[in-house]
């Protein structure tokens, strides 16, 4: 590896000239300053971040830590908060924690030993607090999005998941559907609290039956869906219309009931919170409550650098809570008259 050592031997200069070069500090005639730029390039040289911010006290690199990158909400979270992390002159570094509390904690043990300026992160779920009081203890700016942790205070950017199941169960209720099911994530995660919230409200305010045979918690993952709709299709009585906790469970949900030759919506209808993007590839398309992903990534970066920066307007951490619309698509229709599958 090329060092400054190397480059000041070359240049013939010192290797303290060569250090003000790169972290553009001192007084250095443009002369030199142009000779070592042009050695750096012989040589290949790559400057050593974690050196040249013990030096600077910063680094320009702020991480992002998601829990499913196949997600294309994820994917365009990130997407948001690349853009804004460039337009504020930061770098991003991307990791996936896949919902596990291991690899969440192997990723933050590792990007604290990198000097990150600064994190994003949606947590793994509530389990996440003891991990994100280390990042406290260490003293590394950090804002929570998509979800938040009970007794972290920071800043957080989430949706109206309450708003958007209640959008949703209000849809299928206008429809005609009487039964309506929940197939959501853990409840140790935020927002599955909230949709399952949402949920219990909107058919409280339909006057709908709630039965809790027909509340299932998974992974947000779409692995465990074959068991979820064998679970729903043999209950008593079977639901007309499933709410699914996240576009990943709609998705699987589908492929299950088409392996089982029931069509959707014809005789299963799902809604389901955020887009898929490619919206012209999904058939049929779900009727979703959709969330604006970009703003999550962009909104909690611009957070994080008035954190690091000290322009943040106040010491309270900023709540903020982003708005969901209703997009109807062909997932849903007007429920089986026969009550039978």
Known sequence: MVTIYDIAKQADVSAMTVSRVINNTGRISEKTREKVRKVMEELNYV??????????????????LVTDITNPFYTTVARGAEDAARSLGFKLLLGNSDEDANKEKEYID???????????????????????????????????IDRDVPGIDCDNVVGDSIGGSRKLIDYLAGLGHRVI????????????RYRYEGYREALAANDLPYDERLVLQANYR??????????LLSASSAPTAILAGNNMLALGLL?????????VPGQMSIVTFDDFGHRDLIDPLFTTAVQPAYQFGARGIQL??????????????????????????????????????
């Open 47 to 64: 400057p050593n971040a974690m050196a040249r911010g013990l030096v600077l006290q910063k680094t320009g690199i702020l991480s992002l």
């Open 110 to 144: 590792m990007i604290l030993s990198t000097r990150v300026d600064g994190i994003l992160i949606t947590p793994a779920g509530d389990s996440s607090k003891e991990r994100l009081e280390t990042i406290v203890r260490h003293g590394t700016p950090f804002v929570t």
């Open 181 to 192: 099911a929940l197939v959501g994530g853990s409840f140790d995660v935020s927002t599955a």
């Open 222 to 231: 779409m692995q465990d869906m074959e068991a979820a709709a064998e679970q």
């Open 255 to 263: 492929q299950s009931f088409r392996r089982r030759g029931i069509d």
């Open 304 to 341: 994080l650098v008035d954190r690091i920066e000290g322009k943040s307007s106040s010491s309270t951490p900023q709540q903020c809570m982003l708005p969901n619309s209703l997009v109807i698509g062909s997932s849903t229709g007007v429920p089986r008259s026969n009550g039978t599958l």
